[in-house]
């Protein structure tokens, strides 16, 4: 096998030179994971010399400091430049796109962009796993030499041969080890890029997708795109490498078979077949119930978040109990197919353990019977090292299908969702800003479902010209935010046109709040000019609310604005759009979370004062503000029914002057309301100046720490508690004892069995027959209680599963409202979705 270390050194000294014409560097093994020369660090794996490579010392200097103090972000080194998220999100993009223009097929499309952007690492590991199988089939060779050379006389017994059997057994063991270690990291290290392309572009999608592709795929199921079925794509190069070489490792060891007992290894075809044959229905079986239970695991997300989402509505109207049995009775039903998924792979690791007990009986049972090789110490040995090569494909065979249907479900998943429709690119024409028209809709017709072809706004004709401010009004469903959204491109487009020209800011009707502090919100990612965002907290009426809050502008605020007013969130978003400088600003309502002063306030020192030279286009009820705009569009179920300014549709006497009327009625019998209680605020209005403190009660007694902290981290191991609660959660003691024992007799049995076959085979005091007799009902014993124990590890760690999800639901619905306005939601999701995965790959015994 010396060829074969040869071979492995020249792939890796030719990767380290193309790193080094490709100007890499290649630093000797003992330069620092973190590079001294101005503060800059280099990727370790890059900078390893050939042999750090090879025997990844490059680790070494991080295990040091990892041993002698707690690794923190800042002790690792950065990573290669292909390894970055980025950089492998922008192959798989090229390549996707370039793919979805040649083709229409979208069968397997995720797998063909992955393979074809990651051809040369597959080949790579390929070829480490091919040199690992070869290796590892030629052990029970190496022993049948070792043995034939001790039964030789002492006479008959060469030292060289001897040395070079040392040698040989040297040399195969370090490419077998090499081999595979090189395997086992570069499969992860391919599948930590497949992980991060497809993260990255799901989110990117998620971003772009069409509004009826957000109604088809919700927030808890792209969650688990990302956390779940991105996660098992990860893991796929490690499982397709170990797909096709356990079958070649198994026709191997069939081989290695028929070359030690000849004729005597023909009946063992017959055990192989048939387990290859009951694979086909065991494969279809867990694949289906894999895709039920991945239906069920995106059903009980969906309710999930959408209970995080509104926890302080469940709280105020004490539904807790409720919801918390609807979230109960989905995650039964995930877990029951999780359950009957479990079940089936004990039944197959069962009959995978009782398979080369099988073979290895037939193969002595049919040596014996056509006496084709004597049944010495050589012999049954060699069969013995072969069947541990057999059993490992046996073993793992199943497991490979399980990973295979879990990747094919999560392909498929994964694949629908790219190639759903996304927004019209020629949706809106952009154009630079100029001062000609900076909005333009000509005949548009937009549908929200153009599907169904139902159009939502029909011939709309829209012009508005450089510092315009125009005003949109109408009844409850006209259409007024569907109008701003087919201007931002929002809806698609099924005839007409749309033109903008410059930058537009966007203001929703439902104020969107980002967790983070007040200054953060209003900047966006943008440099501060201090100017210039005085002068929007100013003209937003913001600049009282920062002498109030504890922190100013650097109080946090909580998940989604839980701990703001809906004007403080509405006031903040609005003061976003006026520091992003934009050229047209589409206004959705932005006053009706706010009263009656601060919406006049706002209206005159924001939408016509701040933005007196920007285009304005202003959805509104405050029929008040409308004399003082220069257009009025009246709409009605879907259509601009009436336009012109507030003088021209008063002269009409139609739609628009029953919509004034009606204002109008409502704000009198409004404004004789607040003037009966305006003794009781007049009473009531010294004290609250007399208590001066009591006054502030609000702001005063705030936190002086910030909302929401860093997640905490557990250091060191999990210690043996961890493990003690995991039993006792479940009341599992019986269960846990029960596996315990069955893995000892398990063991006990295979190494009795082995310990029988050696110091019989030999022997005149029993029969062939007698011998492999007992071995075979000693070891088909041993195969039964492996079974047992995985059927009861099955059930504890279901049983478990159950018992740690309620747990950790009912300390959720038991926390109170500061918890949920202090953690973010996003934080909870990620950690019930991890503990949920663990519980998953840990219910049963491996």
Same mark, same amino acid.
């Given at each position: 096998?010396?060829?074969?270390?040869?071979?492995?050194?020249?792939?890796?000294?030719?990767?380290?030179?193309? *790193?080094?014409?490709?100007?890499?560097?290649?630093?000797?093994?003992?330069?620092?994971?973190?590079?001294?020369?101005?503060?800059?660090?280099?990727?370790?794996?890059?900078?390893?010399?050939?042999?750090?490579?090879?025997?990844?010392?490059?680790?070494?200097?991080?295990?040091?400091?990892?041993?002698?103090? /707690?690794?923190?972000?800042?002790?690792?080194?950065?990573?290669?430049?292909?390894?970055?998220?980025?950089?492998?999100?922008?192959?798989?993009?090229?390549?996707?796109?370039?793919?979805?223009?040649?083709?229409?097929?979208?069968?397997?499309?995720?797998?063909?962009?992955?393979?074809?952007?990651?051809?040369?690492?597959?080949?790579?590991?390929?070829?480490?796993?091919?040199?690992?199988?070869?290796?590892?089939?030629?052990?029970?060779?190496?022993?049948?030499?070792?043995?034939?050379?001790?039964?030789?006389?002492?006479?008959?017994?060469?030292?060289?041969?001897?040395?070079?059997?040392?040698?040989?057994?040297?040399?195969?063991?370090?490419?077998?080890?090499?081999?595979?270690?090189?395997?086992?990291?570069?499969?992860?290290?391919?599948?930590?890029?497949?992980? *991060?392309?497809?993260?990255?572009?799901?989110?990117?999608?998620?971003?772009?997708?069409?509004?009826?592709?957000?109604?088809?795929?919700?927030?808890?199921?792209?969650?688990?795109?990302?956390?779940?079925?991105?996660?098992?794509?990860?893991?796929?190069?490690?499982?397709?490498?170990?797909?096709?070489?356990?079958?070649?490792?198994?026709?191997?060891?069939?081989?290695?078979?028929?070359?030690?007992?000849?004729?005597?290894?023909?009946?063992?075809?017959?055990?192989?077949?048939?387990?290859?044959?009951?694979?086909? /229905?065991?494969?279809?079986?867990?694949?289906?119930?894999?895709?039920?239970?991945?239906?069920?695991?995106?059903?009980?997300?969906?309710?999930?978040?959408?209970?995080?989402?509104?926890?302080?509505?469940?709280?105020?109207?004490?539904?807790?109990?409720?919801?918390?049995?609807?979230?109960?009775?989905?995650?039964?039903?995930?877990?029951?197919?999780?359950?009957?998924?479990?079940?089936?792979?004990?039944?197959? *690791?069962?009959?995978?353990?009782?398979?080369?007990?099988?073979?290895?009986?037939?193969?002595?049972?049919?040596?014996?019977?056509?006496?084709?090789?004597?049944?010495?110490?050589?012999?049954?040995?060699?069969?013995?090292?072969?069947?541990?090569?057999?059993?490992?494909?046996?073993?793992?065979?199943?497991?490979?299908?399980?990973?295979?249907?879990?990747?094919?479900?999560?392909?498929?998943?994964?694949?629908?969702?790219?190639?759903?429709?996304?927004?019209?690119?020629?949706?809106?024409?952009?154009?630079?800003?100029?001062?000609?028209?900076?909005?333009?809709?000509?005949?548009?017709?937009?549908?929200?479902?153009?599907?169904?072809?139902?159009?939502?706004?029909?011939?709309?004709?829209?012009?508005?010209?450089?510092?315009?401010?125009?005003?949109?009004?109408?009844?409850?469903?006209?259409?007024?935010?569907?109008?701003?959204?087919?201007?931002?491109?929002?809806?698609?487009?099924?005839?007409?046109?749309?033109?903008?020209?410059?930058?537009?800011?966007?203001?929703?009707?439902?104020?969107? $709040?980002?967790?983070?502090?007040?200054?953060?919100?209003?900047?966006?990612?943008?440099?501060?000019?201090?100017?210039?965002?005085?002068?929007?907290?100013?003209?937003?009426?913001?600049?009282?609310?920062?002498?109030?809050?504890?922190?100013?502008?650097?109080?946090?605020?909580?998940?989604?604005?839980?701990?703001?007013?809906?004007?403080?969130?509405?006031?903040?978003?609005?003061?976003?759009?006026?520091?992003?400088?934009?050229?047209?600003?589409?206004?959705?309502?932005?006053?009706?979370?706010?009263?009656?002063?601060?919406?006049?306030?706002?209206?005159?020192?924001?939408?016509?004062?701040?933005?007196?030279?920007?285009?304005? $286009?202003?959805?509104?009820?405050?029929?008040?503000?409308?004399?003082?705009?220069?257009?009025?569009?009246?709409?009605?179920?879907?259509?601009?029914?009436?336009?012109?300014?507030?003088?021209?549709?008063?002269?009409?006497?139609?739609?628009?002057?029953?919509?004034?009327?009606?204002?109008?009625?409502?704000?009198?019998?409004?404004?004789?309301?607040?003037?009966?209680?305006?003794?009781?605020?007049?009473?009531?209005?010294?004290?609250?100046?007399?208590?001066?403190?009591?006054?502030?009660?609000?702001?005063?007694?705030?936190?002086?720490?910030?909302?929401?902290?860093?997640?905490?981290?557990?250091?060191?191991?999990?210690?043996?508690?961890?493990?003690?609660?995991?039993?006792?959660?479940?009341?599992?003691?019986?269960?846990?004892?029960?596996?315990?024992?069955?893995?000892?007799?398990?063991?006990?049995?295979?190494?009795?069995?082995?310990?029988?076959?050696?110091?019989? $085979?030999?022997?005149?005091?029993?029969?062939?027959? $007698?011998?492999?007799?007992?071995?075979?009902?000693?070891?088909?014993?041993?195969?039964?209680?492996?079974?047992?124990?995985?059927?009861?590890?099955?059930?504890?760690?279901?049983?478990?599963?159950?018992?740690?999800?309620?747990?950790?639901?009912?300390?959720?619905?038991?926390?109170?409202?500061?918890?949920?306005?202090?953690?973010?939601?996003?934080?909870?999701?990620?950690?019930?979705?991890?503990?949920?995965?663990?519980?998953?790959?840990?219910?049963?015994?491996?």
């Amino acid at each position: 096998m010396s060829w074969a270390v040869g071979f492995l050194l020249l792939l890796s000294a030719i990767r380290v030179c193309r *790193s080094l014409a490709a100007g890499d560097g290649g630093g000797a093994e003992s330069e620092p994971l973190l590079a001294a020369g101005g503060g800059e660090r280099r990727a370790a794996f890059g900078e390893a010399g050939f042999f750090s490579r090879l025997t990844f010392t490059w680790m070494d200097s991080l295990l040091r400091l990892g041993y002698s103090k /707690p690794l923190g972000l800042g002790d690792i080194p950065p990573l290669d430049a292909d390894d970055a998220a980025a950089e492998a999100c922008r192959k798989f993009l090229g390549e996707w796109h370039r793919r979805r223009g040649e083709s229409h097929k979208t069968s397997n499309l995720v797998l063909r962009v992955l393979a074809e952007c990651h051809k040369k690492e597959l080949l790579l590991t390929a070829l480490y796993t091919l040199l690992r199988t070869l290796s590892f089939a030629a052990s029970p060779v190496m022993l049948y030499c070792f043995v034939s050379y001790s039964d030789r006389q002492e006479k008959e017994r060469d030292l060289g041969t001897g040395a070079a059997l040392v040698a040989g057994l040297l040399a195969m063991k370090l490419v077998e080890s090499l081999s595979q270690r090189h395997w086992f990291f570069g499969s992860r290290r391919l599948g930590m890029r497949m992980r *991060s392309a497809l993260m990255a572009a799901v989110f990117e999608k998620q971003l772009r997708l069409s509004s009826e592709g957000r109604g088809r795929h919700s927030s808890g199921e792209i969650a688990n795109y990302i956390a779940v079925d991105a996660y098992r794509l990860g893991e796929f190069p490690y499982w397709l490498h170990l797909g096709w070489s356990m079958p070649v490792q198994l026709v191997l060891a069939i081989a290695l078979l028929f070359w030690i007992v000849g004729a005597g290894a023909l009946p063992a075809l017959a055990p192989v077949a048939i387990c290859g044959v009951l694979n086909v /229905p065991f494969a279809r079986m867990l694949q289906q119930y894999q895709s039920r239970f991945m239906q069920a695991q995106d059903e009980r997300q969906r309710a999930t978040a959408e209970v995080l989402h509104s926890m302080k509505i469940v709280k105020l109207q004490s539904w807790e109990d409720k919801f918390r049995a609807t979230v109960q009775r989905l995650r039964d039903a995930e877990v029951r197919w999780l359950g009957e998924t479990q079940l089936k792979k004990a039944y197959g *690791s069962a009959l995978y353990w009782v398979s080369p007990t099988v073979i290895s009986a037939v193969v002595l049972a049919g040596t014996a019977a056509v006496q084709s090789a004597p049944l010495d110490a050589g012999v049954v040995f060699t069969v013995l090292a072969t069947m541990r090569v057999v059993s490992e494909p046996m073993r793992m065979l199943p497991e490979v299908m399980s990973v295979m249907i879990q990747v094919k479900v999560s392909l498929d998943r994964i694949g629908k969702f790219l190639t759903e429709d996304e927004f019209q690119d020629d949706a809106v024409d952009r154009a630079p800003a100029s001062d000609r028209s900076c909005l333009d809709v000509h005949h548009g017709v937009f549908s929200w479902e153009p599907s169904k072809g139902t159009a939502t706004l029909k011939d709309i004709n829209i012009t508005a010209t450089h510092g315009q401010k125009i005003a949109v009004c109408g009844p409850v469903g006209a259409g007024k935010s569907s109008l701003l959204c087919a201007t931002l491109g929002e809806i698609p487009r099924m005839s007409g046109s749309v033109a903008v020209s410059g930058s537009v800011a966007y203001v929703s009707q439902t104020s969107w $709040i980002q967790s983070g502090t007040v200054r953060d919100n209003i900047l966006f990612g943008r440099p501060m000019r201090s100017s210039e965002y005085e002068r929007a907290l100013k003209c937003c009426a913001l600049d009282k609310d920062m002498e109030n809050f504890p922190h100013g502008d650097l109080t946090e605020i909580g998940q989604r604005g839980l701990n703001m007013s809906g004007g403080q969130k509405q006031r903040i978003q609005l003061a976003r759009a006026v520091y992003s400088d934009a050229d047209v600003y589409l206004l959705d309502d932005p006053f009706s979370a706010v009263d009656a002063h601060t919406a006049a306030t706002l209206f005159n020192d924001c939408v016509m004062a701040a933005l007196e030279d920007k285009t304005v $286009i202003l959805v509104t009820h405050q029929v008040e503000f409308l004399s003082k705009v220069d257009r009025i569009l009246v709409m009605e179920k879907g259509e601009i029914t009436q336009e012109g300014t507030y003088e021209e549709l008063l002269q009409f006497g139609t739609a628009f002057e029953q919509l004034v009327n009606a204002h109008q009625d409502s704000k009198t019998t409004l404004d004789s309301n607040v003037s009966n209680e305006g003794a009781m605020v007049q009473y009531q209005q010294p004290r609250l100046q007399q208590q001066g403190s009591d006054a502030e009660i609000s702001t005063g007694n705030l936190p002086s720490v910030q909302l929401t902290q860093e997640e905490e981290r557990e250091l060191g191991g999990a210690g043996l508690k961890t493990y003690k609660d995991y039993v006792s959660v479940s009341r599992g003691w019986f269960l846990l004892v029960l596996i315990v024992l069955t893995q000892c007799v398990f063991v006990a049995l295979q190494y009795l069995a082995t310990y029988w076959l050696a110091a019989t $085979i030999q022997s005149r005091r029993f029969s062939v027959r $007698i011998v492999v007799g007992v071995y075979a009902v000693m070891t088909t014993a041993s195969c039964l209680f492996a079974y047992v124990r995985s059927l009861v590890a099955a059930h504890f760690g279901l049983k478990a599963s159950r018992e740690f999800f309620s747990g950790f639901m009912d300390s959720v619905f038991k926390a109170p409202m500061l918890f949920f306005d202090s953690t973010p939601t996003g934080r909870i999701m990620t950690r019930l979705r991890r503990i949920c995965a663990s519980w998953t790959s840990t219910s049963r015994l491996r």
